[in-house]
Each structure stands twice: as C-alpha cells, then as structure tokens.
Nanobody
Framework: QLQLVESGEKLVQAGASLRLSCAAS????????LGWFRRAPGKEREFVAA???????YYADSVKGRFAISRDNDKNMAYLEMNGLKADDTAVYYC???????????????WGQGTQVTVSS
C-alpha cells in the first residue's frame, strides 16, 4: 500500500513560482512512477508530469519548459516546481503513483487527495 499526501495549496499571481510537495508512505515508493495530474474548474482531470524510478521524465505540452517534476527517494517525496504560472494553471493538483511509466490516469493505482492552486491574472 502507498499513501500520498499533497501540500502547497496557495493563491498566487500570474508569473509567480510555486512548489508542490507529495509525501508518500510505504516501502515501495522508490520503485514507482510518480505523476502529477490536475483538474481545472469544469474540466476533466489531465496529466501534467511524470517521473519514473530511473528519473525519466515526461511533461504535458502545456507545462513543458515551465514545470519540473522531481523526487527524493530517501525522503519518500515528490515535487512539482511550477514557474511562470498562468491563470490557466488554476486547478486542483493530484499526486499519483503507478507501477509502470505512463501518462494515462488508468495506469495510476494510488492517488492523493489533491491540493488547490489558484493563479490570479
């Protein structure tokens, strides 16, 4: 079992930077792919970024060059560094874990409760 808890909820202005954290409990953390997803108001949840246990990364086109995903296996933590935030980035952000590297929601077995990021323009 793996439990994930996100933190970093904040209201920021456009152009600001923010780091989200995901704390994991469970001995299998280091072998999992970790992903960040988000759900904007009135929209479906969408993929944002993923990092494998080998630290291979992949990003949605909408955040490429602005967001960076990372992990610290010693601390059982994952992070999403967000720069140049836009109003369109306003969403609930979810941390998730999967056995295989991928970008589809269905591949992810474990989910956090989500944390709200609001970007004012």
């Amino acid at each position: 079992q793996l439990q994930l808890v996100e933190s970093g909820e904040k209201l920021v202005q456009a152009g600001a930077s923010l780091r989200l954290s995901c704390a994991a409990s469970g001995r299998t953390f280091s072998s999992k792919t970790l992903g960040w997803f988000r759900r904007a108001p009135g929209k479906e949840r969408e993929f944002v970024a993923a990092i494998s246990w080998t630290r291979r990364t992949y990003y949605a086109d909408s955040v490429k060059g602005r967001f960076a995903i990372s992990r610290d296996n010693d601390k059982n933590m994952a992070y999403l560094e967000m720069n140049g935030l836009k109003a369109d980035d306003t969403a609930v952000y979810y941390c998730a874990a999967a056995d295989q590297f991928g970008i589809r929601e269905g591949q992810y077995n474990y989910w956090g409760q989500g944390t709200q990021v609001t970007v004012s323009s």
